[in-house]
Nanobody
């Protein structure tokens, strides 16, 4: 199983970023996918989940209404569109899949600062 995140970077408050997570090593279309984040000195925080078909999504309270999770099963990729970014969104963002065991990518850094 391999999860590779990309798309992070430095953005000003109010800006947008789109993260991607390319998955391999398992049947992507059969599993829900999740995004988490971890800010310095804080515990890892769940951000969003999307079901295997993409038909249902859910979000953590701090990002609801600003972030959108989506997936392309033909490309084995899950996305996180982040709008109206705030400094408190600064964190390393990870994608995750649970195949009875949790698998994680290496993470991508998102920094929101003026």
């Amino acid at each position: 199983v391999q999860l590779v995140e990309s798309g992070g970077g430095l953005v000003q408050p109010g800006g947008s970023l789109r993260l991607s997570c390319a998955a391999s090593g398992f049947t992507f279309s059969r599993y829900a996918m999740r995004w988490y984040r971890q800010a310095p000195g804080k515990e890892r925080e769940w951000v969003a989940t999307i079901t295997n078909t993409g038909g249902n999504t859910s979000y953590g309270g701090s990002v609801k209404g600003r972030f959108t999770i989506s997936r392309d099963n033909a490309k084995n990729t899950v996305y996180l569109q982040m709008n109206s970014l705030k400094p408190e969104d600064t964190a390393v963002y990870y994608c995750n899949v649970n195949l009875r065991v949790d698998y994680w990518g290496q993470g991508t850094q998102v920094t929101v600062s003026s």
